[in-house]
C-alpha cells in the first residue's frame, strides 16, 4: 500500500504547480484520497479530499484556488494550485482516509496511510 506524491517545486506568488499522487499496492478505485500539508512549527492542515465518487472537498484556506481530482486508470490523484501565496509553503502530501468531515470551516480527514511529501516553496 504505497503513495507517493510529487511535482512540488519553487514558484512565485500568483503562479501554479500541479501535484501528483501515484498509488500501488491496492485497489485504488475503493479508496479516498485526500491532501494534507504541514510546514515548519505549524499543524497539519487537511486541505482537500475526493471520494470513491469523486465528491470533492476544500479546506477554506484553498477554495477556489486548488482543485483535486483522480484518474482511477492511471491510480493518480491529482491537486491543481493555483494563485499561490507564500502562505502555501509546506510540505504535502498524499493519504488516504476513511472519514472527511467540515466543522466549523475546517476541513478534517481520518487519513490512514500516507508516503512521503513534496515541498511546495512559494516565494519571489
Known amino acids: 500500500f504505497q503513495l507517493q506524491a510529487c511535482g512540488g517545486g519553487l514558484v512565485e506568488p500568483g503562479g501554479s504547480l500541479r501535484l501528483s499522487c501515484a498509488a500501488s499496492?491496492?485497489?485504488?478505485?475503493?479508496?479516498?484520497i485526500g491532501w494534507f500539508r504541514q510546514a515548519p512549527g505549524k499543524e497539519r492542515e487537511t486541505i482537500s479530499c475526493?471520494?470513491?465518487?469523486?465528491?470533492?472537498y476544500y479546506a477554506e484556506s484553498v477554495k477556489g484556488r486548488f482543485t483535486i481530482s483522480r484518474d482511477n486508470a492511471k491510480n493518480t490523484v491529482y491537486l491543481q494550485m493555483s494563485s499561490l501565496k507564500p502562505e502555501d509553503t509546506a510540505n504535502y502530501y498524499c493519504?488516504?482516509?476513511?472519514?472527511?468531515?467540515?466543522?466549523?470551516?475546517?476541513?478534517?480527514?481520518?487519513?490512514?496511510?500516507w508516503g512521503q511529501g513534496t515541498l511546495v516553496t512559494v516565494s519571489s
Open positions: 475526493i471520494s470513491t465518487k469523486g465528491d470533492t
Open positions: 499496492g491496492f485497489t485504488f478505485g475503493d479508496h479516498a
Open positions: 493519504a488516504s482516509y476513511t472519514v472527511v468531515t467540515m466543522l466549523l470551516g475546517t476541513l478534517r480527514a481520518d487519513f490512514t496511510s
